[in-house]
């Protein structure tokens, strides 16, 4: 629990405990906010590297045998980063703008850009998840298929494994968007909290 939290808690708990000017109570929330900006930041620049990292220790020599799935792999792979990168370009100009500015106005509209920007990096991830497992469904088939088994096999095979990399991506999922609620959406909901606390100071003004 931060400071902010502290005295919002002393705030609702103690009738004694000294108010703090509206001034005062802006700064904190405005330095709360950066400091939650700068952890979305952070943390998605780890994952890009524990992303790359992880490139270079799975083994895709199968896929690198078929050239069209080579090439679709490393157009993805290039896609997929450079997109990454954007996001996280964004946090970090999100987090350099709440540093920066002094205007509420300002302060708000930033907190509602990194909000939507969160969400759609997470959508992006999962839906990054669902294409890498269709790329996985097919190459696996297809070589299946040339080793000359009989049509009935391939039938049999093709819907089995498809069964299971659905069961394993839903899986995935869950996984992935618990691990996005733990980090992302506990920072985000900190930051609608300062929304609305700023929100309300600004009417009061």
């Known amino acids: 629990m931060d400071g902010l939290d502290l ?4 705030w609702n708990t103690d009738e004694n ?3 703090v000017d509206k001034e005062s109570l802006r700064t ?5 906010s950066s400091s939650l900006v700068k952890w979305i930041f952070i943390i ?4 890009l590297f524990v992303g ?11 896929i690198n045998e078929k050239p069209l799935l080579h090439l679709i792999n490393n157009i993805y792979t290039v896609v997929f980063y450079v997109i990454v990168g954007y996001f996280i370009f964004l ?3 999100n987090y350099k703008t709440i540093k920066n500015t002094k205007n509420t106005k300002s302060l708000l509209q930033t907190i509602l850009n990194t ?3 969160v969400n759609k990096y997470i959508k992006f991830n999962i839906y990054c998840i669902l294409f890498s497992m269709f790329i996985v469904c097919v190459e696996k088939i297809y070589s299946y298929i040339e080793e000359r088994h009989g049509w009935g096999e391939i ?7 498809t069964i299971a990399s659905t069961l394993v991506y839903l899986l995935m999922v869950r996984i992935v968007k618990y691990y996005y609620k733990i980090l992302y959406r506990r920072l985000i909901k900190k930051l609608d909290v300062n929304y609305e606390e700023l929100t309300r100071l600004e009417i009061e003004a």
């Open 7 to 10: 005295l919002k808690q002393h």
């Open 17 to 19: 405990f000294p108010k």
């Open 28 to 32: 904190m929330l405005h330095k709360s």
């Open 44 to 47: 998605s620049v780890i994952e």
């Open 52 to 62: 790359i990292a992880l490139g270079f220790l799975i083994n895709i020599e199968e």
């Open 91 to 93: 946090f970090f100009r």
């Open 115 to 117: 909000r939507e920007q």
């Open 155 to 161: 039938l049999f095979y093709s819907v089995t494994f």
